[in-house]
């Protein structure tokens, strides 16, 4: 239609093979773009156009209440809805609720008094879908489909959004509609995921499982509700069915993903495209093997299954060990610590297991590769804020402060385990070789405020005096992580 004039006898089929291309265009970038939008607006400016009216100065919104307020002709009316639900698809896929719930009010033409949560699904259940004629242009999806899919996507979105803000009734109604609404299979689990994060929020763990396990039955590799039953069982106390769910989850992340068999229609507009929301990629984020591995052995130590958890430990160790693809992305929010705090872990439950010896090697191991990186003398100028927050300490030399209290703490760890062995001497050797690496640090305090008072409770792997420990905690966890493998150390 370049160059050409717009002539209202022809503008039905215009719109119509524009509605096809943007479907198209869809599909082949597999997500809705902001020249979706440009398209549909040049689309609209060529329908007031053809009745002799500008709309070059005019924003998409305004353009779609001049168009469907002045153009009135009846073979114009199917055209225009069609177009109308692309531009809704494209609005919501932008969370521009605002925008989609005045487009439909004017494609619906009701006035829906309803709170803000349900006035959209008020507006979009009411609007009525013209019939298409035996002689209209063929569409690839029709009218009626993408309502079905923007309300669902309407509804789905909302519930995410009142989960996010915490206005959990409201979250629980609207992904129940969404969960009946029309989608895939593997929209339909993350549905009942979410369905099941509000319930446990909401204290009802047990309708909370239900939910979880649902959403399992209808997507096996919807792993986040498997990840989530496994925080239910833990709330519950209930820890065989804990560790079974985190075993279960281990071992789905470690097989190659197959393509679950669905028989599910196919679309070019799907819920897939239109929801996206940081509460949803946060939910349904990739668990990392090595996280879950570590979550198995911490759990296992924590509930006294000293032996399970040794396996698990050793196994993570082993992992850490093969090469980057085991490696945790740096994304500040891993459960899995650093690699020597791994280690130490380990070499605690060794020792509560009594193989002291494959504690002082796995120990041995922290000691070896920090040998280079910590200086003879470690002086750290600091200063503590009202706040209790610790300033003035260089990222380097916060690191070389965690050298300093990953060796001693592997000193220490040794000498308990010889003292397990029965030999004082070397135990004694030991403890003084920890009490040698923190004497390299001098602490020099040039701040006036007297420092606040240290943590209440011993981390798991028994660290040197607070001091250390309070040094360390000035910055965030993994502000400062150079990686997760032995590079974190140097290498």
């Known amino acids: 239609t370049a160059g050409l004039p717009a002539a209202l006898p022809s503008l039905s089929l215009e719109l119509t093979v524009l509605y096809n291309a943007l479907l198209f265009a869809v599909s082949e970038s597999d997500g809705l773009v902001e020249g979706e939008a440009e398209r549909i607006s040049h689309g609209l400016i060529r329908v007031l156009e ?89 569409v690839v999806q029709s009218t009626k489909d993408l309502k079905e899919i923007l309300w669902t996507s309407a509804a789905f979105l909302q519930g995410l959004q009142g989960l996010e803000a915490g206005n959990l009734s409201a979250a629980l109604s609207l992904l129940q509609e969404a969960a009946a609404g029309f989608c895939s ?96 990629a946060s939910l349904f984020s990739r668990s990392h093997p090595s996280e879950v591995k570590y979550s198995l052995a911490q759990r296992c130590l924590q509930a006294g299954r000293v032996g399970q958890a040794v396996e698990h430990y050793l196994d993570l160790l082993a992992l850490l060990q093969e090469g980057p ?4 992305p740096l994304h500040g929010r891993s459960a899995l610590p650093r690699t020597p705090e791994v280690f130490l872990e380990a070499a605690s439950a060794l020792e509560q297991h009594g193989r002291h010896q494959d504690a ?72 003084t070789r920890c009490l040698n690496v923190l004497l390299r640090v001098q602490l020099v305090s ?27 905690q000035g910055s965030e966890p993994g502000k400062h992580r150079q990686g997760n493998g032995w590079q974190c150390l140097g290498d």
Not at 228 to 242: C, I, K, P
Request: with cysteine.
């Open 325 to 328: 693809q085991h490696q945790v």
């Open 360 to 431: 002082i090697a796995v120990c041995e191991e922290i000691i070896g590769r920090t040998g280079d990186l910590i200086p003879e003398t470690l002086r750290i100028e600091w200063s503590c804020g009202a706040g209790g927050e610790v300033t003035g300490i260089l990222p380097q030399e916060r690191e070389s402060l965690r050298c300093v209290v990953w060796r001693a703490a592997a000193y220490l760890h040794q000498g308990r385990a010889w003292t397990g062995l029965g030999d004082s001497k070397e135990a004694i050797t030991h403890f």
């Open 50 to 138: 053809a009745c002799g009216v500008s709309g070059q100065d005019l924003s998409t919104e305004e353009l779609w209440q001049k168009v469907l307020q002045d153009v009135t002709a009846e073979e114009m009316r199917a055209p225009l809805h069609r177009l109308g639900a692309l531009q809704g698809a494209v609005w919501l896929a932008a969370n521009c609720l605002g925008s989609v719930t005045a487009l439909f009010r004017l494609l619906s033409g009701t006035k829906v008094m309803l709170g803000a949560l349900y006035r959209l699904l008020a507006l979009l259940k009411a609007w009525s879908v013209p019939a298409e004629g035996d002689a209209s242009p063929l």
């Open 446 to 472: 040039t701040g006036t405020v007297q420092p606040a008072r240290p943590p209440t409770t011993l981390p798991a792997w028994e660290g040197p005096p607070w001091g250390w420990l309070v040094l360390l």
């Open 185 to 280: 299979k593997r929209v339909l689990a993350q549905i009942y995921t979410c369905i099941g994060c509000c319930t446990q929020q909401m204290g009802k763990p047990q309708m909370a499982l239900q939910h979880l396990k649902r959403a399992l039955q209808v997507d096996f590799q919807c792993l986040s509700a498997l990840s989530q039953a496994a925080a239910v069982y833990r709330q519950l106390g209930e820890t065989d069915a804990e560790l079974d769910a985190l075993a279960l989850l281990y071992k789905a992340l470690e097989t190659p993903a197959q393509e679950a068999v669905s028989i599910d229609p196919c679309f070019l507009i799907r819920t897939e495209l239109l929801v996206h929301t940081p509460a949803l």
